[in-house]
């Protein structure tokens, strides 16, 4: 570092000091640069608890373009076989070093071009773990509004700061009263020590050991508190738990979290994170800054004392909120995305002939039939509560409905009129078997009235959309799904309170994974489903669709690099994930990437076979000592993954398809009596429990103390996402209709 010491030696003039300067960013970047990227495999694998060289290799595919999906898949080799968790927890600490990183580098330029960098500033800056830590060290510099200590300095008093933080034995008034200057608002000796006081405050508040001093008593002892605002108790109905509450701050559940502050964002709160008592905060900050027994002692306890209440307490006070609020998001996120992967993974019906019916009393049943690939063969409306004899030609409706389109089951929404609908089917009397099931309706409005669903269906309303989206869901939940922005599908918990950009970002995640873990048809995936592939996007997702009306249906997955645009490297991304099934090429059906085709041809080869019968004849299978095709790029764990999907070639990780009924004896909120045993469907999950639907339009509560006979600390530990269950219930509120249901012994 002598060059520093070199370039403050130097900096006589202007010019020579802004060459310096601008030598000196350039030295900052390189050495930053250098410094961090060396470490980031070191730190990631330290923070995670990886081997340096799985995250060094894992970091080098990320920044190669591969994604999640393929790492995990097919670079098993180079990872260790990490897992998509794993590998998206090192791209995330990643990107968060990278921004450290970045912040770095400007607050080393912005110092530097003052003048004010040093050495051992410098030092400080680039050792920095953290960006409070970073902050912290630039606050003294930070460009900032005036504030009572930048006026106090105009008004010529630092000299007078500086010579009571001396704190030795002097006349306070006498030394004040040299700085006495009507002309620049200091027209007393009190004038000239409050001003110098609130130099000495602010730097109370700016000091990083200090502000680290008083976050540790924040962490120790903040207490989370509420209170209703004055005259809105009423208004503020719904929070009345939390009109007078306090508990530990870092020990407050996330639901609690969010609950208090979205009641405060709705001005019927107020809300506080902060000790209970401010002296243990005084003696940390006394121990620090006042020395001595003198009058000017006297001067800097009032100033710290001002400093902690005026500037640091609110500052780590805001600290600690944004503290709470990220914490408390990112257990809601948590739980929405597990939340969403459970729906998006929920089991398909697979290819079948549907008849979908939007439900609806006084409007009409919105009625489509859909053949097997999911298109509208037919709509129209019925109307079976409107009168007995409108029920009569309902029925018999459904009836030749199902009759003429060979319709084999019947998908009903989950909404208003849903289970009297479902009474209605019950009712016909079909010549085959058809099989009726309820089908969430959570999203499917804003499909129907999207841009999407209107290229889809330009010729038809959003009730018509909206049954097709329906019946598409109850074929393959994943496929529909992924058409409706995941925040829309209602299976989170205070999803609009949240970090949106961190929601969007992690919600996309699961549907990427997803996407990927089951398999993609080629050439009947919509363009959606198409964009979440690996290596895709939209816009190839687009140009694979637009390809496949222009020239037909893709005869092999090598077809795909004719699409335009669509390179070696997006090709090495996708096509694994891809399957096509009229493939002459039995691999194309597969989850075996095209760069391990000629090694199963090896393998084929060596028994004297073909790839196709190899497939077909597990006694052949078992020939192969897969030990033999080990090389430096294919190890065990990808050739143990070749031979799976040899065996069960590209299986679907979805489980199987289960029909479900509610209690026909319960349709209303009124029909469900304490002590009652129902079948239910789990619709959500959060922090505190499950919400089950037992078919009367409003869901019951399973509180995270009613889901086993044990102590639950995550409810998807016990419950997952449309889990058929039995709950008994144990209390029905009519006035404010909730139903508090258990799991216990059931």
Same mark, same amino acid.
């Given at each position: ?22 030598? +000196? ?53 180079? +990872? ?7 590998? +998206? ?128 008593? %924040? ?14 108790? @009423? ?109 998006? *993974? ?44 409108? @029920? ?29 609908? @479902? ?39 959003? +009730? ?94 090598? @077809? ?10 997006? %090709? ?11 493939? $002459? ?66 299986? $679907?990780?979805?489980?199987? %398809? ?82 508090? *249901? ?5």
């Amino acid at each position: 570092m002598s060059f520093f010491l070199c370039k403050f030696a130097v900096s006589k003039t202007p010019h020579i000091r802004h060459l310096a300067t601008k030598q +000196t960013i350039r030295h900052i970047t390189h050495t930053t640069l250098i410094l961090n990227k060396m470490n980031y495999s070191s730190h990631i694998a330290e923070q995670l608890g990886l081997g340096q060289r799985q995250v060094e290799k894992t970091i080098e595919l990320l920044e190669q373009g591969a994604t999640v999906p393929f790492i995990a898949r097919y670079r098993k080799e180079a +990872t260790g076989s990490l897992n998509e968790v794993q590998i +998206t927890a090192i791209r995330d600490l990643l990107i968060r070093l990278k921004e450290l990183d970045k912040r770095r580098e400007a607050i080393l330029s912005s110092i530097s071009e003052q003048g004010k960098l040093t050495p051992e500033l410098e030092q400080q800056i680039l050792a920095a773990a953290t960006m409070t830590e970073l902050e912290d060290l630039y606050l003294p510099y930070k460009p900032k509004r005036r504030t009572r200590a930048t006026m106090a300095i105009e008004r010529g008093l630092e000299p007078l700061a500086n010579e009571l933080q001396k704190q030795y034995s002097c006349d306070v008034e006498q030394m004040a009263a040299r700085y006495i200057n009507p002309d620049k608002g200091v027209a007393s000796v009190e004038d000239a020590l409050a001003g110098a006081r609130d130099i000495i405050a602010e730097r109370v508040s700016e000091n990083a050991q200090a502000r680290n001093r008083i976050r540790g008593l %924040f962490r120790r002892s903040a207490m989370l508190s509420s209170k209703v605002v004055k005259n809105k108790e @009423e208004e503020a109905g719904k929070y009345e738990s939390w009109f007078d509450w306090k508990e530990n701050a870092m020990r407050a559940p996330s639901h609690r979290i969010l609950a208090l502050f979205r009641g405060e964002t709705e001005g019927l709160l107020r809300v506080h994170v902060l000790p209970d008592d401010d002296q243990p905060a005084y003696d940390t900050l006394e121990r620090q800054f006042v020395h001595g027994n003198y009058a000017s002692t006297e001067q800097v306890r009032l100033a710290v004392h001002d400093g902690y209440k005026r500037l640091l307490q609110p500052s780590i006070e805001t600290e600690y909120y944004n503290l709470l609020k990220e914490k408390a998001d990112k257990e809601a996120i948590r739980v929405f995305a597990e939340n969403l992967r459970q729906l998006l *993974l929920a089991s398909p019906l697979g290819q079948k002939r549907i008849l979908a019916i939007d439900p609806g009393f006084r409007t009409g049943c919105k009625t489509v039939c859909l053949d097997a690939q999911g298109q509208l063969l037919h709509n129209e409306t019925i109307y079976p509560f409107t009168s007995v004899r409108e @029920e009569r030609a309902a029925i018999s409706k459904l009836e030749a409905l199902v009759e003429a389109f060979h319709i084999e089951a019947i998908a009903i929404g989950n909404g208003t009129a849903g289970r009297e609908t @479902e009474e209605v089917v019950k009712r016909c009397h079909f010549k085959g078997k058809v099989i009726a099931v309820m089908v969430s309706e959570n999203g499917a409005s804003v499909y129907s009235a999207s841009e999407l669903a209107r290229r889809e269906f330009p010729e038809y309303d959003v +009730t018509v959309r909206g049954a097709v989206s329906i019946g598409r869901r109850l074929m393959d939940p994943l496929s529909e799904l992924v058409k409706i922005d995941p925040k829309s599908i209602g299976v989170g918990q205070y999803q609009h309170d949240v970090n949106q950009t961190l929601l969007q970002e992690s919600l996309n995640d699961v549907v990427v994974s997803c996407v990927n873990s089951v398999g993609v048809e080629l050439n009947t995936a919509s363009r959606e489903l198409l964009s979440y592939v690996s290596g895709i996007g939209p816009a190839l997702a687009g140009k694979i669709v637009e390809h496949r009306n222009l020239e037909g249906a893709f005869r092999s997955r090598r @077809e795909l690099k004719k699409v335009e645009r669509l390179g070696d490297k997006a %090709f090495e991304q996708c096509a694994g994930f891809l399957r096509v099934r009229e493939s $002459d090429n039995p691999l194309d059906r597969s989850a075996v990437h095209p760069e391990r085709y000629a090694l199963v041809e090896q393998m084929a080869s060596d028994l004297g076979t073909t790839v196709q019968q190899l497939m077909d004849d597990k006694a052949l299978r078992e020939k192969i000592d897969i030990n033999r095709y080990v090389s430096a790029d294919c190890g065990l764990p990808t050739l143990q993954d070749i031979m799976k999907e040899l065996d069960k070639p590209g299986l $679907d990780p979805r489980a199987k %398809f289960e029909i479900f009924e509610f209690d026909k004896n319960v349709t209303r909120i009124e029909d469900v009596k304490e002590g009652m045993e129902l079948p239910g469907i789990v619709t959500n999950i959060t922090a505190f429990g499950a919400f089950v639907d037992i078919g009367v339009h409003q869901d019951g509560l399973v509180h995270i103390s009613q889901l086993a006979n044990r102590r639950v600390n995550d409810p998807s530990e016990v419950v997952h996402l449309h889990q058929h269950v039995r709950v008994r219930v144990l209390e029905v509120d009519l006035r404010r209709r909730r139903i508090s *249901l258990s799991m216990k012994g059931v």
